[in-house]
Nanobody, 126 residues
Framework: QVQLVESGGGLVQPGGSLRLSCATSGFTFSSLVMVWFRQAPGKEREFVAGITWTGTTTDYADSVKGRFTISRDNAKNTIYLQMNSLMPEDTATYYC???????????????????WGQGTQVTVSS
């Protein structure tokens, strides 16, 4: 049974930092691209960041580039999203996701991913 469980969300002031985690099980994590998406109220779910199975290649949405860092620990079957310099517009539910097929490249479309976590809420507010 595939499971993706996000954690680390919360309330933070503008300019603050949070580190999200996504613990996975039930698939060959070390062979999969992994990604983070987010969805703000009333908006479409959008791509945030992705990382290849080796961790050597990453991709970021322009809105988070330079502020967010995605990483992975294949020994722990976990990915992370370090979020710095948070802004109110980063407020959203953050989801991790994985594709069905191994290897491949990072894709920015939701339809490329079949396994999703339940999400963790991030609220940036003073």
């Amino acid at each position: 049974q595939v499971q993706l469980v996000e954690s680390g969300g919360g309330l933070v002031q503008p300019g603050g930092s949070l580190r999200l985690s996504c613990a996975t099980s039930g698939f060959t994590f070390s062979s999969l691209v992994m990604v983070w998406f987010r969805q703000a109220p009333g908006k479409e779910r959008e791509f945030v960041a992705g990382i290849t199975w080796t961790g050597t290649t990453t991709d970021y949405a322009d809105s988070v580039k330079g502020r967010f860092t995605i990483s992975r620990d294949n020994a722990k079957n976990t990915i992370y999203l370090q979020m710095n310099s948070l802004m109110p517009e980063d407020t959203a539910t953050y989801y991790c996701a994985a594709p069905r097929t191994t290897y491949g490249r990072i894709r920015r479309t939701q339809s490329a991913y079949v396994y999703w976590g339940q999400g963790t809420q991030v609220t940036v507010s003073s």
